[in-house]
């Protein structure tokens, strides 16, 4: 929207002669929301090596299916989930 916001969605269709999504806000099931590519972001594991203790990143507000920006204060909690290394548990600030 126009204060520039991120929300939990799901993907339910991509459209590839428009390079567009449909996607659900998980607190609004009632409608789909078409929106280009390049405004929809896969959510990481954490695999990929971005949070790193001080490093910025969008968090989901706690008890929110919104995302802010904040810095990772302390380094991650890593477990294996099925023989990937995935994020168990991160230490945000948010701005």
Same mark, same amino acid.
């Given at each position: *929207?126009?204060?520039?916001?991120? /929300?939990?969605?799901?993907?339910?269709?991509?459209? #590839? *002669?428009?390079?567009?999504?449909?996607?659900?806000?998980? *607190?609004?099931?009632? !409608?789909? /929301?078409?929106?280009?590519? +390049? @405004?929809?972001?896969?959510? +990481?594991?954490?695999?990929?090596?971005? %949070?790193?203790?001080? #490093? *910025?990143?969008?968090? $989901? %507000?706690?008890?929110?299916? +919104? %995302?802010?920006?904040? !810095?990772?204060s302390k380094s991650p909690i890593w477990k294996?989930? @099925?023989?990937?290394?995935?994020? !168990?548990? $991160? $230490?945000? !600030?948010?701005?």
């Amino acid at each position: *929207d126009e204060n520039g916001s991120w /929300i939990l969605a799901s993907v339910q269709r991509f459209y #590839a *002669d428009t390079e567009t999504y449909d996607v659900q806000d998980e *607190d609004d099931t009632s !409608k789909l /929301i078409r929106l280009p590519w +390049s @405004h929809v972001m896969r959510l +990481s594991t954490g695999a990929e090596g971005c %949070f790193q203790k001080g #490093a *910025d990143c969008m968090a $989901i %507000f706690p008890e929110t299916t +919104s %995302f802010y920006k904040a !810095k990772v204060s302390k380094s991650p909690i890593w477990k294996l989930d @099925h023989g990937v290394p995935t994020v !168990k548990e $991160i $230490i945000v !600030k948010f701005e």
